[in-house]
Protein backbone atom coordinates (compact mmCIF):
# COMPACT_ATOMS: atom_id res chain seq x y z
CA UNK A 1 0.00 0.00 0.00
CA UNK A 2 1.51 3.61 -0.89
CA UNK A 3 0.15 6.33 -0.26
CA UNK A 4 -2.87 8.23 1.12
CA UNK A 5 -5.21 6.74 -1.77
CA UNK A 6 -4.80 3.35 -1.53
CA UNK A 7 -5.10 3.91 2.38
CA UNK A 8 -8.37 5.13 1.48
CA UNK A 9 -10.05 2.79 -0.71
CA UNK A 10 -8.46 -0.08 1.31
CA UNK A 11 -10.38 1.75 4.73
CA UNK A 12 -13.25 2.36 2.50
CA UNK A 13 -13.21 -1.68 1.62
CA UNK A 14 -13.03 -2.84 5.36
CA UNK A 15 -15.32 -0.63 6.53
CA UNK A 16 -18.07 -1.27 3.69
CA UNK A 17 -17.11 -5.05 4.38
CA UNK A 18 -16.98 -5.13 8.10
CA UNK A 19 -20.89 -3.17 7.87
CA UNK A 20 -22.13 -6.06 5.98
CA UNK A 21 -20.98 -8.49 8.59
CA UNK A 22 -18.05 -9.87 6.73
CA UNK A 23 -14.46 -10.21 7.26
CA UNK A 24 -11.70 -8.75 5.27
CA UNK A 25 -8.87 -11.35 4.42
CA UNK A 26 -5.92 -9.11 2.37
CA UNK A 27 -3.66 -11.26 -0.37
CA UNK A 28 -0.50 -10.26 -0.92
CA UNK A 29 1.29 -8.63 2.28
CA UNK A 30 4.87 -8.84 1.44
CA UNK A 31 6.45 -6.43 4.24
CA UNK A 32 5.78 -5.62 7.90
CA UNK A 33 5.23 -2.13 7.02
CA UNK A 34 1.98 -3.62 4.94
CA UNK A 35 0.64 -5.84 7.61
CA UNK A 36 1.28 -2.72 10.48
CA UNK A 37 -1.34 -0.61 7.99
CA UNK A 38 -3.72 -3.45 6.93
CA UNK A 39 -3.90 -4.27 11.00
CA UNK A 40 -4.78 0.07 11.62
CA UNK A 41 -7.01 0.13 8.67
CA UNK A 42 -9.00 -2.89 10.88
CA UNK A 43 -8.03 -6.20 8.22
CA UNK A 44 -9.00 -8.95 10.19
CA UNK A 45 -6.59 -11.56 8.29
CA UNK A 46 -3.82 -11.94 5.72
CA UNK A 47 -1.65 -13.89 3.21
CA UNK A 48 1.39 -12.92 1.38
CA UNK A 49 5.17 -14.06 1.02
CA UNK A 50 6.00 -12.48 4.58
CA UNK A 51 4.03 -15.24 6.12
CA UNK A 52 5.32 -17.89 4.06
CA UNK A 53 6.43 -19.17 0.47
CA UNK A 54 3.85 -21.10 -1.33
CA UNK A 55 3.85 -24.49 0.18
CA UNK A 56 2.55 -28.09 -0.85
CA UNK A 57 -0.73 -29.52 1.35
CA UNK A 58 1.91 -31.51 3.99
CA UNK A 59 4.18 -28.28 4.42
CA UNK A 60 0.76 -25.87 4.97
CA UNK A 61 -0.99 -28.05 7.24
CA UNK A 62 2.50 -28.25 9.26
CA UNK A 63 2.67 -24.35 8.81
CA UNK A 64 -1.20 -24.13 10.38
CA UNK A 65 -1.15 -26.41 13.30
CA UNK A 66 2.02 -24.44 15.03
CA UNK A 67 1.75 -20.21 13.79
CA UNK A 68 -1.13 -18.42 13.46
CA UNK A 69 0.81 -15.09 12.05
CA UNK A 70 -2.28 -12.69 11.27
CA UNK A 71 -3.70 -13.44 14.68
CA UNK A 72 -0.14 -13.49 16.31
CA UNK A 73 0.71 -9.91 14.76
CA UNK A 74 -3.04 -8.61 16.50
CA UNK A 75 -2.69 -10.19 19.26
CA UNK A 76 0.67 -7.91 19.75
CA UNK A 77 -0.96 -5.00 19.48
Same mark, same amino acid.
Given at each position: ?????????? !?????????? +?????A?G???????????? =? +???? +???? =??S !??? +?????? /?? =?? !?????????? /? !?
Amino acid at each position: MAGDDSDAIV !RSIVALAHSL +GLEVIAEGIEHSDQLEQLLE =L +GCDH +GQGF =LFS !RPL +GFVDLQ /AL =LT !RWAPFADAQA /A !R
